[in-house]
Nanobody, 114 residues
Framework: QVQLVESGGGLVQPGGSLRLSCTAS????????MGWYRQAPGKQRESVAI???????NYGDSVKGRFTISRDNAKNTVYLQMNSLKPEDTAVYYC????????WGKGTLVTVSS
């Protein structure tokens, strides 16, 4: 059973930065695709960034050029560096691991507000 634990959320002013982390249990991390998704109040969950086991990345249009996803296989951890944050980035951010099925973390809240 894979467990994902996110951390790093919080309150930040517009234009600020945050780095989210997600650590996975188990031994499949290095061969799994990882992703970050977010869900704002009253909206559907959307894809933010995805990184393959080989390191290829893909970003949602709204975060391109501002967010960077990376992974450290030695630490079973995926990161999301978020820069130039906007109020519309406010959401619960979820970590996702795909290996045969989807695994999800419980989420971490990011609030961008002055």
């Amino acid at each position: 059973q894979v467990q994902l634990v996110e951390s790093g959320g919080g309150l930040v002013q517009p234009g600020g930065s945050l780095r989210l982390s997600c650590t996975a249990s188990g031994s499949i991390f290095r061969i799994a695709a990882m992703g970050w998704y977010r869900q704002a109040p009253g909206k559907q969950r959307e894809s933010v960034a995805i990184i393959s086991s080989g390191g290829s990345t893909n970003y949602g249009d709204s975060v391109k050029g501002r967010f960077t996803i990376s992974r450290d296989n030695a630490k079973n951890t995926v990161y999301l560096q978020m820069n130039s944050l906007k109020p519309e980035d406010t959401a619960v951010y979820y970590c996702n691991l795909v290996y045969g099925m989807d695994y999800w973390g419980k989420g971490t809240l990011v609030t961008v507000s002055s």
